[in-house]
């Protein structure tokens, strides 16, 4: 029998609004922080994934690169700090961070 557990995930961009991209030690700076934080983190930082959104009438996208956490508790208030805390470091209006509900065999 298998149990439930909750699967985070953080969504950034690899490059900042000007398409300069951001230093490979941010990013292993915030595996590190996670890796500390949580039991293990995964990094998808080497095949980049593209993001697509509309915002008016203009079509924007980005390359971005996705951190995945499992906990078995939510504390989201920390959870918003962490992102309030991404969107200042990545100079972003808002940083994606999701969660759902997994179960693991």
Do not use: H
């Amino acid at each position: 029998m298998g149990f439930i557990m909750f699967l985070f995930q953080i969504l950034l961009p690899r490059a900042d609004n000007s398409g300069r991209p951001f230093p490979k030690q941010e990013f292993d700076r915030i595996k590190e922080e996670l890796a500390q934080q949580f039991a293990g983190v995964t990094a998808f930082l080497q095949a980049p994934a593209e993001g697509l959104w509309r915002q008016g009438g203009e079509c924007s996208n980005d390359e971005i690169v996705i951190f995945e956490v499992m906990t078995e508790e939510i504390d989201l208030r920390a959870w918003r700090t962490r992102r309030a805390d991404l969107e200042r470091r990545f100079r972003q209006d808002e940083v994606i961070i999701r969660y759902s509900s997994i179960g693991v065999v």
